[in-house]
């Protein structure tokens, strides 16, 4: 059985689905109220999972993994250079020689309109869910850092409630990530995509917004 590290796994809809295809599974999340309700979720499932609260820039494994993927560009919450080269280095702690990383980060296709916003809404019974999120909102062109957004209106039984959330986050470019993944060491560079697409590589992509990126550890 393959083990797998979700980093920054929050409620776990990638580790769950992994799980439910036979991978022994590990998550790491910074909050302890998303890995207790992560717990509950993969004891309801029948499934086991080795579940860290840690921070994402140093933590250390009580066993190496195969692989490790962090998803939703969740690794745009580091700031800075030295928290992404920490970041490789303690994900490089956890992998196996030859064990593979996978991940994606957002990109700006355009300085002038780089804000991007999606939506989605559920129904279930009388209960209603809309949702909106909109990323590289507000960017500054020398910290790379920009604004994402996320809106949720709940609707039950006449009663609205709306949840608004803000943060920070940080893009890479290209060029700029493959230097950062060379000064940590410990990693060699497989390849990357213009999101989830296998064919598309990402210097063939024209105005890619989702790079996913390939790293094997060496």
Same mark, same amino acid.
């Given at each position: 059985m393959r083990r797998v590290l979700d980093i920054a796994c929050g409620t776990g809809p990638h580790l769950?689905?992994?799980?439910? =295809?036979?991978? &022994?599974?590990? *998550? @790491?999340?910074?909050?302890?109220?998303?890995?207790?309700?992560l717990r509950g979720r993969v004891r309801e499932a029948g499934h086991e999972a080795d579940l860290l609260v840690g921070d994402m820039t140093d933590f250390r494994?009580?066993?190496?993994?195969?692989?490790?993927?962090?998803?939703?560009d969740s690794q745009g919450h580091l700031l800075t250079n030295e928290q992404i080269l920490a970041h490789l280095r303690a994900v490089a =702690?956890?992998? &196996?020689?030859? *064990? @593979?990383?996978?991940f994606d980060r957002y990109m700006a296709s355009s300085w002038t309109d780089p804000a991007r916003q999606w939506s989605?809404?559920?129904?279930?019974?009388?209960?209603?869910?809309?949702a909106s999120f909109s990323a590289l909102n507000d960017v500054d062109p020398v910290s790379q850092i920009f604004r994402e957004r996320m809106e949720l209106e709940a609707i039950e039984n006449?009663?609205?409630?709306?949840?608004?959330?803000?943060? &920070?986050?940080r893009m890479v470019?290209?060029?700029?990530?493959?230097?950062?993944?060379?000064?940590?060491?410990?990693?060699?560079?497989?390849?990357w995509f213009f999101g989830f697409?296998?064919?598309?590589i990402l210097e063939r992509s024209k105005h890619p917004l989702l790079m996913v990126v390939v790293l094997r550890r060496r």
């Open positions: 769950l689905r992994l799980a439910a =295809r036979g991978y &022994r599974m590990s *998550g @790491l999340d910074l909050s302890s109220d998303n890995v207790e309700y494994l009580r066993a190496p993994v195969d692989a490790a993927i962090c998803m939703q =702690r956890a992998l &196996r020689p030859g *064990g @593979l990383y996978v989605w809404s559920k129904r279930r019974g009388r209960l209603i869910v809309r006449g009663t609205r409630r709306v949840y608004r959330q803000t943060h &920070r986050s470019f290209p060029q700029e990530l493959k230097s950062l993944v060379e000064l940590a060491g410990g990693f060699e560079f497989v390849q697409k296998p064919h598309q």
